[in-house]
T-cell receptor
Framework: GAGVSQTPSNKVTEKGKYVELRCDPI?????LYWYRQSLGQGPEFLIY??????ADDSGLPNDRFFAVRPEGSVSTLKIQRTERGDSAVYLC???WGQGDIDEQFFGPGTRLTVL | LAKTTQPISMDSYEGQEVNITCSHN???????ITWYQQFPSQGPRFIIQ???TKVTNEVASLFIPADRKSSTLSLPRVSLSDTAVYYC?????????????FGIGTKLQVIP
């Protein structure tokens, strides 16, 4: 079956612009995560959705970052007034959100470059 | 979240068994231990998860001592395609949700 997909794969924008990054999770997965990964570092947790609601958004760095998942499937990460420091790979992951093992399935990521 | 410590890098020859040890001295009672593998330009991939003792699947084994303050990922007979970064994660579970923190991981280089 299809895995987690993310679009676009690459996004180049100018400082101050608004960007939206999309994540299509595996069908049926109720849990969805967003991470950010800088070069040479591990993924950094941003936000977790259980269904439509953001159950944990403690990783969002500031109020320029916002994410939605209106129908409990596709999620969009929105970044306002982008800054050069926002440049990173943004990873999305999904999981069943239940059971003994929480295996997160990651997408390939969106590489965001802010000029 | 419990902090983890693992070697920054390791080298191994093809065909050898590789053991990567992770320290997590402050692990909490409800924390699980999970290992992920990441290749360049890809998202991490789940390898194995455990709570205590030993867990084995088709790709790896995870050894967890009784005090759970460390864990060892064992990869049998590595090949060149096992060259990747390996992350040890510790996090509690609540309703299927495991909040985890990725460190910088262990970069494993398999040598022919």
């Amino acid at each position: 079956g299809a895995g987690v997909s993310q679009t676009p794969s690459n996004k180049v924008t100018e400082k101050g612009k608004y960007v939206e990054l999309r994540c299509d999770p595996i069908s049926g997965h109720t849990a969805l995560y967003w991470y950010r990964q800088s070069l040479g570092q591990g993924p950094e947790f941003l936000i977790y959705f259980q269904g439509t609601g953001a159950a944990d958004d403690s990783g969002l760095p500031n109020d320029r970052f916002f994410a939605v998942r209106p129908e409990g499937s596709v999620s969009t990460l929105k970044i306002q007034r982008t800054e050069r420091g926002d440049s990173a790979v943004y990873l999305c992951a999904s999981s069943w959100g239940q059971g003994d093992i929480d295996e997160q399935f990651f997408g390939p990521g969106t590489r965001l470059t802010v000029l | 979240l419990a902090k983890t410590t693992q070697p920054i890098s390791m080298d191994s020859y093809e065909g050898q068994e590789v053991n990567i040890t992770c320290s997590h001295n402050n692990i909490a009672t409800n924390d699980y231990i999970t290992w992920y593998q990441q290749f360049p330009s890809q998202g991490p991939r789940f390898i194995i998860q455990g709570y205590k003792t030993k867990v084995t699947n088709e790709v790896a084994s995870l050894f967890i001592p009784a005090d759970r303050k460390s864990s060892t990922l064992s990869l049998p007979r590595v090949s060149l395609s096992d060259t990747a970064v390996y992350y040890c994660l510790v996090g509690g579970r609540s309703g299927g949700y495991q909040k985890v923190t990725f460190g910088i991981g262990t970069k494993l280089q398999v040598i022919p």
